[in-house]
């Protein structure tokens, strides 16, 4: 008697956990369909996010319009082989995706979803505004260490083709929310020789034991890397990425360790910027009030 209580007990719960587990993936598949039929505006307030919000939802490069197909899926093999296919005009051993990953599409990077819609825009460089074209021809001269390909070029067009698709339904000079701040805001001042451990503790196993790089990522310095005009070679800028995003796939340092191994890193040598065209705009006409 005991033992058949205690089969029959034994039963029950096992058909209620099947039944639970049911009723749960029920709610999940109703849940995600709704989401699915939901329009964007509809989303974004049932997830507490202001109405009119953009939604992270870049386009696939193959579900380009016919007109545009080819170019946008050029435009991502830059991104993504930029030696093979744009080798002329870099002279290290990066690619456009060792700082946005996926071609940009990634939201665990620096992301390019939405570059289409928030330029042109001031660039203190440039003590200026700048379009789309003039950025990545700066990314060119400066992250890649080389030359700056013409505006009118196919490999210009391409990649100013392929930004704009992956910014599609993202409104014209919105705030695009998942695009990084200025710095970590955090007062820790570097310190290089912590910083040194921490690269050879967590950065090294990737990035190679003297920062040449490896088959799995780039040089963070010496002749293959990036050059001292680009924006990973300020402290904010590499500290804010480091924190953000490495390990890749599983970031696990403190803010104060990203500042350590950006000190670090910014302390070693590497190839000095060299601009290939004029690095300021040329103030010819004087400028309306209201600028």
Request: proline share 8%; glycine share 8%; with cysteine.
């Amino acid at each position: 008697m005991q033992k058949s209580n205690v089969l029959f007990s034994l039963v029950l719960a096992i058909l209620l956990l099947v039944f639970g587990a049911w009723i749960l993936a029920f709610f999940r598949s109703t849940l995600s369909t709704k989401r699915i039929a939901m329009a964007p505006e509809t989303a974004n307030q049932q997830a507490g996010v202001p109405a009119g919000q953009p939604l992270f939802n870049p386009p696939r490069p193959e579900d380009a319009p016919e007109s545009i197909r080819a170019e946008v899926l050029l435009g991502y093999k830059i991104m993504t082989e930029t030696k093979k296919y744009a080798g002329k005009y870099i002279k290290n051993d990066l690619s456009c995706t060792n700082c946005h990953f996926d071609g940009g599409r990634s939201l665990s990077t620096i992301s390019l979803v939405g570059v289409g819609a928030v330029y042109p825009r001031y660039r203190g460089r440039r003590e200026y505004t700048a379009d789309l074209a003039l950025r990545t021809q700066g990314c060119f001269e400066r992250s890649m260490n080389g030359v700056a390909p013409a505006a009118d070029s196919q490999i210009m067009q391409s990649l100013l083709v392929y930004m704009q698709w992956i910014s599609k339904d993202i409104p014209i000079y919105s705030k695009v929310p998942w695009a990084l701040p200025y710095d970590l805001g955090n007062p820790h001042k570097p310190d290089g020789a912590n910083g040194g451990k921490v690269y050879t503790d967590v950065c090294a196993r990737c990035h190679g034991d003297k920062g040449q790089g490896t088959p799995i990522a780039p040089p963070l310095w010496g002749d293959g890397s990036y050059n001292d005009g680009a924006g990973m070679h300020r402290i904010r800028t590499f500290s804010l990425f480091a924190w953000r995003y490495m390990p890749k796939n599983g970031p696990t340092l403190t803010q104060e360790q990203a500042i350590d191994v950006a000190g670090f890193v910014h302390e070693k040598p590497r190839p000095k910027f060299v601009a290939t065209h004029p690095d300021k705009i040329e103030r010819e006409i004087p400028l309306p009030e209201g600028k």
